[in-house]
T-cell receptor, first 112, second 113 residues
Framework: NAGVTQTPKFQVLKTGQSMTLQCAQD?????MSWYRQDPGMGLRLIHY???????DQGEVPNGYNVSRSTTEDFPLRLLSAAPSQTSVYFC???????????FGPGTRLTVL | SQQGEEDPQALSIQEGENATMNCSYK?????LQWYRQNSGRGLVHLIL?????REKHSGRLRVTLDTSKKSSSLLITASRAADTASYFC?????????????FGKGTLLTVNP
């Protein structure tokens, strides 16, 4: 039981490149979300999903796309990376009736 | 905008001492949670307090909530070097999804051996 896995752990992109950050869970939780964490800051919600086929925007959605075709996976896509997207990205999962969220280990992204 | 603000931003204490961190928030909440983040790692849930609760304990952790002041405090008693980490409060808003958490900027706690 791995919980929440994120790949890759580290990534360096050039401005304008695209990439997908992967998040997978084996806990069958319906809720999945993506946060970014910048130095000295807390986490800010990018996008979230309350189930397969359902996604919605969080606080800072611009520049990011998501989709949720299965319960297990919730990829985050950067279509045209910008230096402002340099950050650490965390995926989290949760389930109804239980407010605790479980976080993945994070992906550290640098955009040059 | 971020809902919670932790205070202080950084706290350095000796092993065995108690550590108190505070969190203030802006709008009415359903629940308030505290998370810990070790350097370079993901967040780990510590404790949750509901809006109708005033105090909660879990091991060496004690959380209080004052909804009239829109504030919470986290007390770690008899601190250990292993408690060194950043601590974040997170809230979910009244009338919103309890899945959508808003985090504060965190308190960096250093416990010196």
């Amino acid at each position: 039981n791995a919980g929440v896995t994120q790949t890759p752990k580290f990534q360096v992109l050039k401005t304008g490149q695209s990439m997908t950050l992967q998040c997978a869970q084996d806990m069958n939780h319906e809720y999945m979300s993506w946060y970014r964490q910048d130095p000295g800051m807390g986490l800010r919600l990018i996008h979230y999903s309350v189930g397969a086929g359902i996604t919605d925007q969080g606080e800072v959605p611009n520049g990011y796309n998501v989709s949720r075709s299965t319960t297990e996976d919730f990829p985050l896509r950067l279509l045209s990376a910008a230096p402002s997207q340099t950050s650490v990205y965390f995926c989290a999962i949760g389930t109804s009736g239980y407010n605790e969220q479980f976080f993945g280990p994070g992906t550290r992204l640098t955009v040059l | 905008s971020q809902q919670g603000e932790e205070d202080p931003q950084a706290l350095s204490i000796q092993e065995g001492e108690n550590a108190t961190m505070n969190c203030s928030y802006k709008t009415s909440i359903n629940n308030l949670q505290w998370y810990r983040q070790n350097s370079g790692r993901g967040l780990v849930h510590l404790i949750l307090i509901r809006s109708n609760e005033r105090e909660k304990h879990s091991g060496r952790l004690r959380v209080t909530l004052d909804t009239s002041k829109k504030s919470s405090s986290l007390l770690i008693t008899a601190s250990r070097a292993a408690d060194t980490a950043s601590y974040f409060c997170a809230t979910d808003h009244s009338g919103g999804s309890n899945y959508k958490l808003t985090f504060g900027k965190g308190t960096l706690l250093t416990v010196n051996p």
